[in-house]
């Protein structure tokens, strides 16, 4: 067997094991599934992947009652609007313990689901992100009807919005690609066929736009209503071209110099040692 086919096989055998053939995948850092029954959202301190409570001027209120969708796993309650006045807005945020941006990931995802309602305007209704007291962006809209995407000025972005309503139960997807600078929009999406690791069908995708978040802001007006709210980041990410021809020449120059001692060609000096050391050779 030829020293060349050995470095082949070696070869597809680590890109077939190695992160590099492999899809990525992400995993959930932040969890909030409101299990607090009825009663107040301020101070509420439940799920995971938080570094305090709620904070809410008991603007919102929590609810037995969870929101609900095909394919998704819901625990707890839900979060609804506050009847403190019709078109008054609300708002609750949280931080999260580990603000997410492209120093720590490759691609994030937040997910929650929403009914916002019919009322809009005044800066509602939307889902706000901020890093480090700086507004990044907002999912959601400023006055209009649409599920969209808006900049840290709640303008709606260039190709950013969808012909989904904000009225009805939605399922938002939220994906932010920090490596190709964009972020998309999945409304409503089959979660039996979602593959976070490489999803396609994306209602919209607005390009550099990726924001970094480390809290996240929920500002509305009546009849609106929020659950299971979801934070994901790259569990595995794939090296960038550079890294991976690094890489595979590392393995593959290696794998040759090792070939080449163990198994020397006819010919060469050190197949004629091994002969003259081993006649039968």
Do not use: C, H
């Not at 000025?153 to 009225?167: E, Y």
């Not at 490596?179 to 994306?202: E, V």
């Not at 299971?228 to 794939?238: H, P, R, Y």
Request: proline share 3%; hydrophobic share 40%.
């Amino acid at each position: 067997m030829g020293a060349a086919f050995k470095v082949v096989t070696l070869l597809a055998v680590f890109l077939n094991w190695s992160p590099l053939s492999r899809a990525q995948t992400v995993s959930t850092v932040a969890y909030e599934g409101f299990n607090y029954g009825n009663a107040a959202l301020a101070s509420q301190n439940g799920g995971y992947g938080w570094s305090g409570a709620w904070n809410s001027a008991s603007d919102y209120s929590t609810s037995a009652t969870g929101l609900s969708y095909s394919g998704l796993t819901a625990t707890g309650g839900s979060i609804t609007w506050s009847s403190d006045g019709t078109n008054v807005y609300d708002q609750g945020n949280r931080s999260l313990a580990t603000g997410v941006s492209s120093a720590n990931t490759s691609v994030a995802y937040i997910q929650f689901l929403a009914n916002l309602g019919t009322q809009t305007g005044g800066g509602t209704p939307n889902l706000r992100l901020s890093f480090q007291g700086s507004a990044t962006g907002a999912v959601g809209n400023n006055g209009a009807a649409n599920w969209a995407l808006l900049d840290n000025g709640l303008n709606v972005l260039t190709g950013g919005t969808s012909t989904v309503a904000l009225a009805g139960l939605t399922l938002v997807v939220m994906r932010i690609d920090y490596s190709n600078s964009s972020s998309s929009l999945w409304l409503n999406p089959n979660l039996g066929t979602f593959d976070f690791g490489s999803p396609t069908g994306a209602n919209l995708t607005v390009s550099g736009f990726a924001p970094a978040f480390d809290n996240l802001n929920f500002i509305s007006r009546s009849s609106s209503s929020f659950d299971e709210i979801t934070v994901m980041t790259a569990a595995s990410a794939i090296p960038e071209p550079a890294t991976a021809a690094a890489i595979i020449g590392s393995v593959a120059l290696g794998a040759a110099m090792f070939f080449r001692r163990k198994f020397p060609t006819r010919g060469s000096s050190a197949a004629r040692e091994n002969r003259a050391a081993d006649p039968a050779a």
